[in-house]
T-cell receptor, first 113, second 115 residues
Framework: GDSVTQMEGPVTLSEEAFLTINCTYTATGYPSLFWYVQYPGEGLQLLLKATKADDKGSNKGFEATYRKETTSFHLEKGSVQVSDSAVYFCALSDPGSNYKLTFGKGTLLTVNP | DGGITQSPKYLFRKEGQNVTLSCEQNLNHDAMYWYRQDPGQGLRLIYYSQIVNDFQKGDIAEGYSVSREKKESFPLTVTSAQKNPTAFYLC??????????????FGPGTRLTVL
C-alpha cells in the first residue's frame, strides 16, 4: 500500500537558517505529491504541490521537487522566519488507491528569533 | 467567503454517548473527507464521499458513521462503539471526484474530548 515517511521532529532552527524536511514515499501508481502546513489549533493549508516527475512546487519561499528516481519530495526554504513555526505534512494522492490522500506523521518546526 | 466550516470547535461528551460533528462547504466541491488526527500519528482517513448519496470507508471507519444527503454537507457521527474517540477531527473537500491532482481544502477542525 501507499506510505509516506518524513523526517522525525521536532526541528528547531534560528531565524534565517536553511530548512530541509525530508520526505520519501511508496505508491502503487503514479502519485501527486503535496506539502501541507498546520499552524497551532488550526486545520491544514496547502503549501505546495507537484503532479509529475521533475516538477517543482513553490510557495512563500518554500520549494520541493518531485524526484521519481529517489521517490522523494523534500521541502526546503533558504531562510526561515519565526512565522514559519508550524507542523509540516508531506502527502500523496495515488490513482491506484482511489485518489485518497496518504499523509506522513508530520514534522514540528520551531523557529527562534 | 468560500470555505469549509466545522462546528463546534471544541466538543465535550460523556463516554457512551453518540456525537455528531458538522462539516459544511460552499465551494461547490464534489468530494468530501473526514480525517482523524492524533499526536504523532499524522492524519488518518475515516470516510470519504465522492458524490451525493454515496460514501466509502477509509482506513479507520469502525465506530463512525456518515451521511451525504446534500452536496454541501458531510456530517460525521462518532458512536459509542468507537473505543478511543478523543481526537482532533478534520473535514476536507476537493473539487473533483477521483482526480489525483486535486488539492484538498481543510476546515478548522473540531477537538472532541470524551470524559
Amino acid at each position: 500500500g501507499d506510505s509516506v515517511t518524513q523526517m522525525e521532529g521536532p526541528v528547531t532552527l534560528s531565524e534565517e537558517a536553511f530548512l530541509t524536511i525530508n520526505c520519501t514515499y511508496t505508491a502503487t501508481g503514479y502519485p501527486s505529491l503535496f506539502w501541507y502546513v498546520q499552524y497551532p489549533g488550526e486545520g491544514l493549508q496547502l503549501l505546495l504541490k507537484a503532479t509529475k516527475a521533475d516538477d517543482k512546487g513553490s510557495n512563500k519561499g518554500f520549494e520541493a521537487t518531485y524526484r521519481k528516481e529517489t521517490t522523494s519530495f523534500h521541502l526546503e526554504k533558504g531562510s526561515v522566519q519565526v512565522s514559519d513555526s508550524a507542523v509540516y505534512f508531506c502527502a500523496l494522492s495515488d490513482p491506484g488507491s482511489n485518489y485518497k490522500l496518504t499523509f506522513g506523521k508530520g514534522t514540528l518546526l520551531t523557529v527562534n528569533p | 467567503d468560500g470555505g469549509i466550516t466545522q462546528s463546534p470547535k471544541y466538543l465535550f461528551r460523556k463516554e457512551g454517548q453518540n456525537v455528531t460533528l458538522s462539516c459544511e462547504q460552499n465551494l461547490n466541491h464534489d468530494a468530501m473527507y473526514w480525517y482523524r488526527q492524533d499526536p504523532g500519528q499524522g492524519l488518518r482517513l475515516i470516510y470519504y464521499s465522492q458524490i451525493v448519496n454515496d460514501f466509502q470507508k477509509g482506513d479507520i471507519a469502525e465506530g463512525y458513521s456518515v451521511s451525504r444527503e446534500k452536496k454541501e454537507s458531510f456530517p460525521l457521527t462518532v458512536t459509542s462503539a468507537q473505543k478511543n474517540p478523543t481526537a482532533f477531527y478534520l473535514c476536507a473537500s476537493s473539487p473533483g471526484a477521483g482526480v489525483a491532482t486535486d488539492t484538498q481544502y481543510f476546515g478548522p477542525g473540531t477537538r472532541l474530548t470524551v470524559l
